[in-house]
């Protein structure tokens, strides 16, 4: 069955800062992979999605993620933290064949100003 | 462009009553699916259905049913809501023929208390 980590509860970084959240995942072979991102009260929007081909993947907002089968891995990064960018953020994992996504427990983003 | 949309937005039950969560999609998708989200537990599937006509159980099925009542709506229902039902409850739509590879859509949200 595959699964999805997310190590970081809660992160707390200083506005202007970099951000890298972490995701490991558990598959036997390359799954279809994924960042969602929830503010507060809201649903969940997809920032970016991996499939195939180049490892570095860039979603919506300035994010990016890199897919490293080495490690089974799939950490989103942003360069420089915007205030807006507070927010919870998902990783989820699908597979061929496999009708549904699995998710991660969430990171939670806070951003200092 | 409305998306998915759900309804209601909040609710307040007493234990024991029954009620129906509403969703509905505009995209002309073919799977729709039910997730319940609890802190620290991310997003656990409830239901989904793969096609008009079709429903399958997900990770945490039990106390719930679903209706697939034409393309366009998929419906929760709690005949007896327990206290363990509170939750934010999603649903989620996307566009598929064979595999996984297509992002899901989701709605706002229905955020159920359960007295």
């Known amino acids: 069955a595959q699964s999805v980590t997310q190590p970081d509860i809660h992160i707390t970084v200083s506005e202007g800062a970099s951000l890298e959240l972490r995701c490991n995942y558990s598959?036997?072979?390359?799954?279809?992979l994924f960042w969602y991102v929830q503010s507060p009260g809201q649903g969940l929007q997809l920032l970016l999605k991996?499939?195939?081909?180049?490892?570095l993947v860039q979603g919506i907002k300035g994010f990016e993620a890199e897919f490293k089968r080495s490690q089974s891995s799939f950490n989103l990064r942003k360069p420089s933290v915007h205030w807006s960018d507070a927010a919870e953020y998902f990783c989820?994992?699908?597979?061929?064949?496999?009708?549904?996504?699995?998710f991660g427990s969430g990171t939670r983003l806070q951003v200092q100003p | 462009n409305a998306g998915v949309t759900q309804t209601p937005k909040f609710q307040v039950l007493k234990t024991g009553q029954s009620m129906t969560l509403q969703c509905a999609q505009d995209?002309?998708?073919?799977?729709m699916y039910w997730y319940r989200q609890d802190p620290g537990m991310g997003l656990r599937l409830i239901y989904y259905?793969?096609?008009?006509?079709?429903?399958d159980k997900g990770e945490v099925p039990n106390g719930y049913n679903v209706s697939r009542l034409n393309k366009r709506e998929f419906s929760l229902r709690l005949e007896s809501a327990a206290p363990s039902q509170t939750s934010v409850y999603f649903c989620?739509?996307?566009?598929?023929?064979?595999?996984?590879?297509?992002?899901?859509?989701f709605g706002d949200g229905t955020r159920l208390s359960i007295l």
């Open positions: 989820a994992v699908g597979a061929p064949g496999r009708r549904a996504l699995t």
């Open positions: 598959y036997g072979a390359t799954p279809y």
């Open positions: 259905s793969a096609s008009e006509g079709t429903t």
């Open positions: 991996y499939f195939s081909g180049d490892t």
């Open positions: 995209m002309n998708h073919n799977s």
């Open positions: 989620a739509s996307r566009t598929t023929g064979e595999g996984s590879n297509q992002p899901q859509h």
